[in-house]
Structures are given as C-alpha cells and as structure tokens.
C-alpha cells in the first residue's frame, strides 16, 4: 500500500507564513524598500526565473551550485530558478540602462529560492530586498550604500546594528605578492583565514607567516584593525584597495560616528565574487546575518567593452523579522449587519479593523468576542465587549 | 543572545575536562563549586566573573552549540570541527591539550595485500563520515560511512567493514583489536572556538578572552 503523506507536509526548508507574520514580513519589506526609495533608488522587478547562463554567470557563479535548474520545453534551453536577485540587477543595469546617467540606484525586493538551506538557515526559500548603486568607484558610494543599509534596518526597531567591514581581495593579491599560487596553498591558507586559526598560519614559512599572522591580529575594531594593516608591509595594489578602506572608514566616522564598525580583512568565505570593500550587518540580538554587500565588477555586456563597478546590499527579511519588535495588535471592531457602509469606511479610515456580520446575531457581543474583536457599533457608536 | 546578556563557555565532559581545566584556571575563570561536582545535575554554573557563565556539554555538541550561538565560546576538538566544518565558528587558538590522531586503520592481514590504488569504494565504520567522505573524496575514492557513536574498532572483527576511521592516542585500542594504522589524516588537539556572530558582536569581551587563554596557554608548559 502507498503511504501517502500528510497534507500539511511540506518539502524540506519551504513554510506556510501564517498570520500575523506574514503581514509583518510584507510591511517590513515594504518599509526597507520605502527606505531605498527615499534615498533615490528606483525599484525594478526582474523575473524568478532566467535562462541559466544568464543567471549563473559573473558575479551569479556564486550561487551557481545553489539554483534549481528546469527545462524549458519552448526555447530548449536550461533555465535556472534566481538563488540571488544581485545578478539579475547587474544584468538590468547594463542591458536595460546602459545609456542612463551614472550612478544608476536600483533596488528591489523578491524571493529567492535555493537548492540547500544552511545552518543558520534552513529555508529553502525567503526574501531579499537590496539596493545596487551602479557606476561609481568612489569611497563615498560604499559609504552611502552601507549607511543607507543600516538606517533601513535601524527604522525598522532593529537597535544596535553592527557593521563588520572586508577586503576579499586582500588576500588573494598578498598571495599573487608572495608567489603563493598553488591552488592547494592557496585553498589550505583559505580554510585556515576563514576559521582563524592563529596557530595554523606560524607553520606556514616566512614572510606569509608574518603578514597573514598580522592581519589575523588586526580583526576587531575597525580604527585598530586600520592601525595593525597600515603597519604590515602590503604589496602595492593591496595597497590601493586599503586606502579605499580608510577613505570609506573615515567616512563613515564622520557621518556617522556612533555605529559600531568592526573590520575583518580576511573574510574571505562569501565574498569571492566581491572586487572590493564588502561589509555584513549583524545584531547582537539574532544569530547570522541581517544583509551583506559590498563592491564588485559588472560582467560586460556593454558594446564599449569596459567594465562597469557597482556597490550593492542585500537584506534577508527573515533574520530582520527574527530581530523586530512584535506587531503592534490591531483594534478591532465588530459591526452589525444593518451597519451603514459610509460609518464603517470612517471607523476603517481611523485605522479601525471592521469586521463584518455576515447574519443577524442575538448576542452580538458574545459574536464579537469569537471573532476576536475588542469592540463592537451599535446605533452608530463604539461599545466595548 | 542579547548584548548586555553574560558570556557563555561551554567546555566538554568527560576525560578532556581535567586537561583544559588548568587553562580555564589560569585564564581567570573558577567555576562554582559545583561544577566540580562530578554528580551534580546542574548544566550551567556561574563563575567569579559576573558576566561569565560556564556550560557542561557533550564534546561532539561542541560544534553545535557554538555555530547556533548557544554558547557564545567554548572548548571544541578539532575533530569534531572539522566534522562539521561550519561557517558560524572561528577557532583562533591550539590550546594544545587532547592531542591524539585522527586515522584510517584495518585489521593487520588485510592491510599487507590490500593496493589502495585499485580503491573505487570503500566501507567505513567511523564516528565522523563528514571527514571520511571528503578524505576518500580527495583521491577518487567513495566512503560509504557507517556512523557509529563508539567501540568502533571492534566493527572490523565482526565483520561490518574492513576499514574504520578514530582517533588514537597509545594505539593500544587499535593493537588489542588487531588493527594496524594504514594512514593519519589528521592530528588532533583542543581549540578555543568561537561563534561568528558573537565575534563581531562583542569583539572587545571575546579578543580580551581569547588572548587570556593565549597567556595561559604560553605560561603552562604542555
């Protein structure tokens, strides 16, 4: 005999969102985009699904191995489920608006879905709201984006939203420098970085044991971790890119001098499409991360052949909505069948939620307490129940 | 897990315990009276910091716990974080105590006609199949792991595999079951680790922690 499943059964990672959290999760996405808006960036909506070499290719390799893939039966081609909307935006920015005026700010707001959960998340699908400030290489367009990033998240209730700041490339040009190019080396040097094990990098030979054991060091406060990089001996194009992070800190210092800013720079593990400063949110409140982003190269589809920089955010409603305050509840009223349309739109309008009978009751108070409602109108006024 | 909340170490039960003790000791940190307390049911115990908390776990929890933030720091094998391998924990510190090796072994007749070049799949008791497939991975062999929670070296002998996967100290186990070592693939000691979100959080608590024990480790010889 086949055993059917349960009804309620859901694949793995996939969830009903239930009352009052799904209106939650709607009013905050709402409030993050609002909050985009209100800095100037223009909401685009791109599709869920993508031919997949579209969706996977530059900065998308990323999330590459976590897309669900289908076929489509009219172009023949594979097509691939977005795990990440950046990609998408990327493609908008540089198909769509390649003759617009730089920069270009775009946001937008959408599920995801993707092929395995992780530890701190196990959905399979949730939503993302981002920002993308396209064609600007400037320190002051990181700043921007992450200043903008944490005053979404700070509007929402979220108090004491930190910043931890990165330079991915950091890295990988210290190793170009020291001819560590082994793709072993390189991947053991990684795991080590990533898992912060100081004791791992003295068995590695000088000078790397030096640099990277210093860097290991430098991971904490922002304004120290500035100090203990400035001091290391950095070959020249690692150079550069610190001195774009210390023109970003120093931003933000200014603009902003009371958020607390942590700088690890050699985080590497998420970041390996990211071409410059990247920075995550986080709030002692709820584990993982609230939104990540940072600074990487648009893959060129432009006829002029140059490529395009951008600095980007992408929130994750579901750890936001972990760390927000409660819903306030609704008042709600209860109103009798005979009940004028015209009052119960002005007790809708005061911010009343008006439920209607839909039959004659004899008790009416009693039906108002089933139905949850605190008050009900009767002969056009409020009573309490 | 709350800013202004106390920090919590969990440190593993059993036999590891008396070794990082001493640590913990010269670290600063004395636990309750408690918690020395072998038969106490108590789980979590305070400590002379005020804002310090000390929790009792199983070592194999260890990962768990401190990628999920339960604990905020804490005491892990490198075993068993590599068994996970999870993006949630930082381990900035060899506390260089519980060292034994992680290997393969199989009984000593088997081990003299066997060619591992002819391997395609092999079958594995182990506690940690994670480690085992990715070793065997690494050179285009397929694990089939069967997880066991203990007494594995006595698998081969009743006929479950030809292969297991523990660690090792003496290696007598392995000889009284007649086991030979074929392979090490890792030496193992005991980390200070440390949950992601906690480092970022409250860096200044956790590097002052950390380099305590970094002091401690350095003034007690090993």
């Not at chain 1, 309620?8 to 959290?21: C, I, S, T, Y």
């Not at chain 1, 009013?27 to 808006?37: G, P």
């Not at chain 1, 020291?178 to 100081?198: C, E, M, Y």
């Not at chain 1, 023109?247 to 009371?258: E, F, G, H, N, P």
Request: aromatic share 6%.
């Amino acid at each position: 005999m086949k055993k059917t499943a349960h009804p309620a059964l859901l694949p793995a990672g996939l969830a009903d969102v239930l009352p009052p959290n799904a209106m939650q999760e709607a009013k905050a996405t709402e409030d993050l985009i609002h909050s985009f808006a209100t800095c100037g960036y223009e909401r685009v909506k791109p599709p869920l699904i993508e031919f997949e070499d579209t969706l996977t290719s530059g900065s998308g390799a990323a999330t590459a191995d976590q897309s669900f893939r289908l076929m489509d039966p009219v172009s023949q081609r594979m097509l691939a489920v977005r795990a990440d909307m950046t990609i998408q935006i990327a493609r908008i920015a540089t198909t769509r608006f390649p003759d617009a005026p730089r920069p270009l700010r775009l946001s937008y707001a959408g599920q995801v879905l993707r092929v395995k959960g992780s530890t701190l998340r196990p959905e399979r699908q949730f939503a993302q709201v981002g920002a993308e400030l396209i064609g600007s290489v400037l320190p002051a367009a990181d700043a921007e984006v992450i200043l903008m990033a944490h005053q979404a998240i700070t509007n929402l209730g979220i108090e004491d939203v930190s910043i931890d700041l990165g330079l991915p490339t950091l890295v990988p040009a210290i190793c170009e420098h020291l001819g560590i190019t082994k793709s072993s080396d390189v991947q053991h040097l990684r795991t080590i970085l990533n898992q912060k094990d100081a004791s791992a990098i003295n068995r590695f030979s000088e000078p790397a044991a030096q640099v990277f054991g210093q860097l290991l060091n430098a991971v904490g406060s922002a304004t120290d971790a500035l100090r203990v990089i400035k001091g290391t001996s950095l070959p020249l194009p690692a150079l550069r890119q610190c001195e774009h992070l210390e023109a970003v800190v120093s931003i933000l210092r200014k603009k902003a001098a009371d958020i607390t800013l942590t700088l690890d720079p050699v985080e590497i593990r998420g970041y390996e499409y990211h071409s410059g400063v990247t920075f995550t949110l986080f709030s002692p409140k709820v584990r993982g991360e609230l939104g990540r982003g940072g600074r990487y190269q648009l893959s060129g589809y432009a006829e002029a052949g140059e490529q395009e920089e951008a600095t980007g955010v992408t929130l994750f409603v579901d750890t936001i909505m972990r760390s927000i305050p409660a819903p306030v509840p609704t008042r709600r009223l209860f109103a009798l069948l005979e009940t004028p349309a015209r009052e119960i739109a002005n007790y809708r309008a005061e911010g009343w939620v008006v439920i209607e009978a839909l039959a004659d009751h004899s008790d009416p108070a009693a039906e108002a307490r089933r139905l949850g409602c605190s008050h009900v109108i009767q002969n056009s006024a409020i009573k309490n129940v | 897990m709350l800013a202004n909340d106390k920090l919590i170490l969990a440190l593993p039960k059993g036999r590891i315990l008396n070794d990082v003790m001493p640590l913990v000791r010269k670290a600063g940190i004395e636990p309750e009276a408690a918690f020395n307390d072998p038969d106490a049911r108590q789980l979590n115990f305070a400590t002379n910091n005020p804002g310090l908390e000390v929790i009792r776990a199983r070592s194999i929890d260890m990962a768990t716990l401190l990628s999920f933030g339960a604990a905020h720091f804490g005491v892990a094998g490198a075993d068993v974080l590599m068994e996970f391998d999870s993006r949630e924990i930082y381990a900035p510190l060899d506390l260089k105590v519980g060292y034994c090796r992680m290997v393969v072994a199989q009984p000593e007749d088997s081990a003299q006609e066997d060619n591992p070049a002819r391997w395609s799949h092999i079958r594995v008791a182990t506690k940690y199949p994670e480690i085992t497939k990715r070793h065997f991975a690494e050179r285009g062999v397929q694990a089939e792991c069967i997880k066991l929670n203990g007494a594995i070296e006595i698998a081969p002998s009743l006929g479950l595999c030809r292969r297991i996967v523990d660690l090792v100290s003496t290696g007598s186990t392995l000889r009284a079951n007649g086991l030979v070592e074929v392979e090490e693939i890792a030496t193992i000691t005991s980390r200070l680790a440390v949950n992601r979100t906690a480092m970022k959080t409250r860096p200044t608590e956790l590097t002052g922690w950390i380099e305590r024990f970094r002091e401690a480790v350095h003034d007690l010889p090993s």
